[in-house]
């Protein structure tokens, strides 16, 4: 049976990790390559790899780490963060990147989606989707949460999977960084429509709260990062948690 | 020396890392037939979609040429795919090395609990069943990761099976042939032990 997916995100500046609430305040948490060494070690199916400067600096580190990554780590790993363009993609999948994940570029210009999809694959294409409730309605964001869009996250998704996405990875702006659980009903809503998998971000405090996404909220996955980088708990705490729940996971 | 076949396919650098990982020093990307042969494995990996990666095959004359093969040849997700016997992705013809269909998922299966049947599947799954070498100090029910929408049917040459909504041959071998659906070079350690494996045989 296909296991649900624990995934850690690293978000990344200069080569090293960082986490914030809210998307501000960040603080360094260490090196990239070891910390994900480490995850992968306890457990963690997949890594994500986002380049929180990108989007106002160089990449050139960046692509470095990425080559630093697929040498060293033996999971699958995605990379993201200031994607812009199909010469963007192509440097990250060259320096070893399994799959990327796009967002703003996707919003600005949807048959990017199509581009990436028709060179290099489905499988290599992750659309990110920032979200939050304005007026009862879950409309999306660019730009990391500062920047609203026309456009409603349930249509957005759907026009992302019929242009070529392989999976949709959906957080919650109302939700990222409070540890107060998911937005389960929009998650179900949301996977039970698509037919790529669907990956929950932002907003778990506990173990209790990822078991709830992936059973009630039907999703596929769940990407974590502010519990595991403070310590609050681990790979292994989280998936024995699950697996006693009855919940398929890759047990290591 | 280990040989990559060179097909202007996709993601390579992976399957390299990972045979760099595991200690393999000598490895050449090539579609060189001389070269080829010297090897002493041979790994056709592959993503992407099989009906050009078979084309791309046919531009080099290597879909005669790679069944002509003896040493140890392993196959990875469409270069597993490619030995089969056909594959519905494009409906295509592929080289025939195992005679197995290739098929694609229906995204319309429901599962035992209600939730959909993602296509493509993508993540980890189990692999049981384990008859060969290949799965020597494999434990039976092992995860490996997939990425995939079609798969190759169950068949006389399966030496692992995976369920998803249904079974399907994990992997496959036919004399000196050998083919993984789910990727060993990102499987983790598991992976990493069945690629030690092949590199044995």
């Known amino acids: ?252 | 020396m280990i040989a990559i076949i060179d097909y202007n396919t996709g993601n390579i650098r992976s399957v390299i890392n990972a045979l760099q990982r595991i200690g393999a020093d000598d490895v050449r990307i090539t579609s060189d037939k001389e070269l080829i042969l010297s090897a002493s494995h041979v790994l056709l990996p592959g993503v992407g979609n099989a009906a050009a990666a078979m084309e791309e095959l046919k531009k080099r004359e290597l879909d005669t040429f790679i069944p002509t093969l003896t040493q140890p040849v392993l196959g990875i997700c469409i270069g597993a795919q490619l030995m089969c016997e056909s594959s519905e992705e494009g409906d295509t013809r592929c080289l025939g090395i195992f005679p197995t269909p290739v098929k694609l998922f229906p995204s319309s299966l429901a599962l035992p609990d209600g939730q959909r049947l993602k296509v493509p599947e993508m993540g980890w799954n189990q692999i049981t069943s384990l008859r060969s070498p290949l799965f020597t100090d494999i434990p039976e029910g092992s995860f490996v990761y997939y990425v995939h929408s079609f798969y190759p049917a169950l068949s006389n040459s399966a030496i692992a099976e995976t369920e998803y909504g249904f079974p399907f041959s994990a992997a496959l071998n036919e004399s000196n042939f050998y083919g993984t659906q789910f990727h060993p070079e990102k499987s983790g350690k598991v992976g990493e032990k069945i690629l030690r494996n092949f590199l044995k045989l």
């Not at chain 1, 681990?234 to 398929?248: A, Y």
């Open chain 1, 1 to 252: 049976m296909i296991a649900k997916r624990i995934i850690p995100c690293l978000d990344v500046r200069d080569g090293r990790t960082v986490k914030g609430v809210h998307f501000v305040g960040l603080r360094d948490i260490g090196d990239a390559v070891e910390l994900g060494s480490r995850y992968a070690e306890e457990g963690a199916d997949e890594l994500v790899y986002l380049d929180i400067s990108a989007t106002y600096e160089g990449r050139h580190t960046f692509t470095q780490l990425v080559e630093r990554i697929a040498s060293h780590i033996n999971i699958p790993f995605t990379v993201g963060g200031g994607i812009s363009n199909a010469d963007d993609a192509e440097r990250l999948l060259a320096a070893g990147a399994d799959k990327i994940s796009i967002n703003s570029a996707a919003i600005r210009n949807p048959s990017f989606i199509d581009e990436l999809a028709n060179k290099y694959g489905s499988q290599f294409v992750v659309v990110a989707i920032d979200a939050k409730t304005i007026n009862g309605k879950w409309m999306c964001t660019t730009h990391g949460g500062r920047q609203l869009t026309e456009r409603e996250l349930m249509s957005w998704a759907y026009e992302a999977q019929e242009r070529g996405a392989g999976e949709i990875l959906f957080t919650s702006m109302d939700h990222d960084g409070t540890r107060v659980g998911y937005p389960c009903d929009t998650y179900a809503e949301l996977s039970s429509m698509l037919s790529i998998p669907v990956i929950a971000s932002g907003g778990a405090g506990t173990s209790e709260h990822i078991a709830e996404v992936l059973t009630r909220g039907k999703a596929d996955a769940a990407l974590v990062a502010g519990i595991l980088h403070d310590g609050v708990t681990t790979i292994p705490e989280i998936k024995d948690f699950l697996h006693k729940q009855g919940i398929p996971v890759r047990l290591t």
